[in-house]
T-cell receptor
Framework: ELKVEQNPLFLSMQEGKNYTIYCNYSTTSDRLYWYRQDPGKSLESLFVLLSNGAVKQEGRLMASLDTKARLSTLHITAAVHDLSATYFCAVTAGGTSYGKLTFGQGTILTVHP | NAGVTQTPKFQVLKTGQSMTLQCAQDMNHEYMSWYRQDPGMGLRLIHYSVGAGITDQGEVPNGYNVSRSTTEDFPLRLLSAAPSQTSVYFC????????????FGSGTQLSVL
């Protein structure tokens, strides 16, 4: 059974600081996703990581994937208030399991002035 | 381009009632899925489909029924609503392909009294 764990579950940051959210998964996966969710809203896709060593960056967010360690990280650089949201990672079991995602519990990020 | 459209946005049911949550996508995506979101548990897969006429169970299928008669539509039926089905429900779709991300609908907030 594929399990996904995020760490930490709650993150309170000051503006301008850096931090990293970790996503561990239990079995081989060929695809890892990061999503953002604002309160009361739907999920917005941030990154899709497909291979070992993949790194993607957009703005103050950078995601990486280590398939050997079954670990993905979402690094936040110089946080701003607008980044406050819940962040989810999710993986698929591979093969033809498109659209069949297993999600982590989510990390609630709050950025303070 | 509407993307993934879910209706209704809010619904209150009494225990034992049945209802159908509608989901439609206009992107000609092969893959569609239903998730429920509960506090502290991330999103969990209920059912998914890889094409018209093909469906499969996810992690939490009990009490829910689906069918996929067309590529565009993937309704979720609650056969006899229970308080444990109080949740936020999201429909998602994706195209076939390793890098294809899931597009989510806006969600349905369901309360079962």
């Amino acid at each position: 059974e594929l399990k996904v764990e995020q760490n930490p579950l709650f993150l309170s940051m000051q503006e301008g600081k850096n931090y990293t959210i970790y996503c561990n998964y239990s079995t081989t996966s060929d695809r890892l996703y990061w999503y953002r969710q604002d309160p009361g809203k739907s999920l917005e896709s941030l990154f899709v990581l497909l291979s070992n060593g993949a790194v993607k960056q957009e703005g103050r967010l950078m995601a990486s994937l280590d398939t050997k360690a079954r670990l993905s990280t979402l690094h936040i650089t110089a946080a701003v208030h607008d980044l406050s949201a819940t962040y989810f990672c999710a993986v698929t079991a591979g093969g033809t399991s498109y659209g069949k995602l297993t999600f982590g519990q989510g990390t609630i990020l709050t950025v303070h002035p | 381009n509407a993307g993934v459209t879910q209706t209704p946005k809010f619904q209150v049911l009494k225990t034992g009632q049945s209802m159908t949550l509608q989901c439609a996508q206009d992107m000609n995506h092969e893959y569609m899925s239903w998730y429920r979101q509960d506090p502290g548990m991330g999103l969990r897969l209920i059912h998914y489909s890889v094409g018209a006429g093909i469906t499969d169970q996810g992690e939490v299928p009990n009490g829910y029924n689906v069918s996929r008669s067309t590529t565009e539509d993937f309704p979720l039926r609650l056969l006899s609503a229970a308080p444990s089905q109080t949740s936020v429900y999201f429909c998602a779709s994706s195209a076939q392909g390793a890098g294809e991300k899931l597009f989510f609908g806006s969600g349905t907030q369901l309360s079962v009294l």
